[in-house]
């Protein structure tokens, strides 16, 4: 399995039994909970599950039309992405199946596992990245009258005035901060706040990315371009006219910053595949947790592309360097969290001390899923210190070191992956932070060690299973 590939709940619609099973073989090894369905009711029971993302979707359904239950699909879900699947692929169908709300289709019989699985991963990173925007907005929206970074440090108020002085210019922007800071809604912050937030605001985690297609994500790609291209407008041009903010932009290969600088010189992408290049206005927010700096005197990043990154920077500090912002920060998500039906009232001031005193190496991000945890697992009316086991209940965050392992460096670098991975809580993003390195490089270690991040209760469910609908 691809670890850097997103792993989701996939509904397959066939009226062939032998059909589904090919799917399922071709699409288990990513980790995918699949369900499957053989008629239009069918399908109708699966749209009732909220973690459902992507239906591959036969055109040919039995007695049903395809078209048909693609329209059920998007009146009743319109945010699952569909692609449908048909034996008699031509222009005039693929059209009118994304005239109707498909993403893409795919032809049978089945000849290139490869495309199904890419298909689905980009339909599934596709549906994440405009749930992530959605999200955002709607935060934004309902904080007009807030500070955009809740806090009463001096760190905090500077931030919070550089943003406010970007308000009506075009300058690229460069957010620096540990995971968790909070880079994303800052830069969704300069977005809304801009003449260009009637616009799209399309984020991209440039980490998560496998590097042999992130160049067709960004800039598209022309349909032959490669085995089972079928044509995409690539990143670039879905922001066109807004924001396109590239998070963890210290992670991209340099053969893809070159490309990238040559967009953000020319104003222009090249579709791979294609000789002709296409126009793009938009603005540049770029994020990093690295030093890009250091990255440049080592010659892993280019220094043009640096330049043209950095023309405004906004450092966003840690939370351990802002620890009088702790019990705002953790009041606003008791708030958020308790729902109406809690029970608990408040902290008691052992759990407040408790919370200012941890380092907090997942920073504000790790802070709410903290407070989230107690909240959902309180047993009394007030949160106490108790109910917060910080840092996988250790006192140190450095684990000790194993001593009934084999003399390996596999088995030892398995362990601290395995370590690592349990003490963020199975998010991919605080193992990296906690090993020091990228995401892309965690991705390729947990690969090699068949290990892989969890992603919620869902991921209980063995990975793959495939769940028929009766």
């Known amino acids: 399995m691809d670890a850097q590939e997103p792993q989701g709940l996939v509904l397959l619609v066939d009226d062939e039994p032998l059909f589904l099973r090919a799917l399922a073989r071709i699409l288990r090894p990513e980790g995918h909970r699949l369900l499957?369905?053989?008629?239009?009711?069918?399908?109708?029971?699966?749209?009732?599950?909220?973690?459902?993302?992507?239906?591959?979707?036969?055109?040919?359904?039995?007695?049903?039309?395809?078209?048909?239950?693609?329209?059920?699909?998007?009146?009743?879900?319109?945010?699952?992405?569909?692609?449908?699947?048909?034996?008699?692929?031509?222009?005039?169908?693929?059209?009118h199946c994304m005239q109707r709300g498909a993403l893409d289709y795919l032809e049978k019989p089945i000849q290139d596992a490869y495309r199904v699985r890419n298909t689905v991963r980009r339909a599934l990173e596709r549906r994440r990245l405009l749930h992530r925007n959605d999200e955002l907005e709607r935060a934004l929206a309902t904080r007009e009258d807030e500070p955009l970074l809740i806090g009463k440090s001096a760190a905090i108020r500077n931030v919070s005035k550089t943003i406010q002085s970007l308000r009506h210019n075009e300058s690229t922007v460069l957010i620096q901060g540990e995971s968790g800071t909070g880079k994303e809604l800052v830069a969704a912050s300069i977005h809304m706040a801009s003449p260009r937030s009637g616009e799209t605001f399309v984020p991209v985690d440039c980490g998560a990315l496998p590097e042999s297609i992130i160049e067709s994500e960004l800039f598209g790609h022309e349909k032959g371009a490669f085995t089972g291209a079928v044509g995409a407008p690539g990143l670039f041009r879905m922001a066109d006219g807004g924001t396109l903010f590239l998070d963890e932009i210290g992670e991209l290969a340099p053969s893809v910053q070159a490309r990238l600088l040559r967009a953000l010189q020319e104003r222009e992408v090249r579709p791979v595949g294609s000789g002709r290049p296409v126009s793009v206005d938009l603005r540049i927010v770029a994020a990093t947790n690295r030093n890009l700096q250091k990255r440049v005197d080592e010659g892993s990043f280019r220094q043009?592309?640096?330049?043209?990154?950095?023309?405004?920077?906004?450092?966003?500090?840690?939370?351990?360097?802002?620890?009088?912002?702790?019990?705002?920060?953790?009041?606003?998500?008791?708030?958020?969290?308790?729902?109406?039906?809690?029970k608990v009232t408040g902290f008691e001031p052992d759990a407040l001390t408790r919370l200012?005193?941890?380092?907090?190496?997942?920073n504000v991000r790790e802070l709410e899923n903290a407070i989230e945890a107690a909240l959902a697992l309180c047993p009394n009316t007030r949160l106490s210190a108790a109910d917060f086991a910080l840092g996988n209940g250790r006192t140190a965050e450095t684990p000790p070191a194993p001593v009934d392992l084999p003399l390996s460096l596999d088995a030892y670098e398995r362990c601290v992956l395995e370590r690592a991975l349990?003490?963020?809580?199975?998010?991919?993003?605080?193992?990296?932070?906690?090993?020091?390195?990228?995401?892309?490089?965690?991705?390729?270690?947990?690969?090699?060690?068949?290990?892989?991040?969890?992603?919620?209760?869902?991921?209980?469910?063995a990975a793959g299973g495939n769940a028929s609908i009766r």
């Open 36 to 95: 499957t369905a053989q008629s239009a009711g069918e399908v109708s029971a699966a749209l009732e599950d909220p973690a459902l993302e992507v239906v591959l979707l036969d055109l040919q359904l039995g007695q049903d039309s395809g078209l048909v239950v693609l329209d059920h699909v998007k009146q009743v879900r319109p945010e699952v992405e569909v692609v449908m699947l048909t034996g008699h692929a031509s222009v005039e169908n693929a059209v």
């Open 304 to 342: 043009d592309l640096f330049y043209r990154l950095d023309v405004v920077r906004i450092e966003l500090p840690p939370l351990r360097e802002r620890v009088e912002d702790i019990p705002l920060l953790a009041n606003h998500f008791f708030d958020k969290h308790r729902g109406a039906s809690t």
């Open 356 to 362: 200012t005193a941890y380092s907090w190496p997942g």
């Open 422 to 461: 349990g003490e963020a809580r199975g998010d991919a993003t605080g193992a990296a932070r906690r090993l020091g390195i990228g995401r892309s490089t965690l991705y390729r270690k947990l690969a090699k060690h068949g290990l892989s991040t969890r992603r919620g209760p869902q991921a209980l469910v």
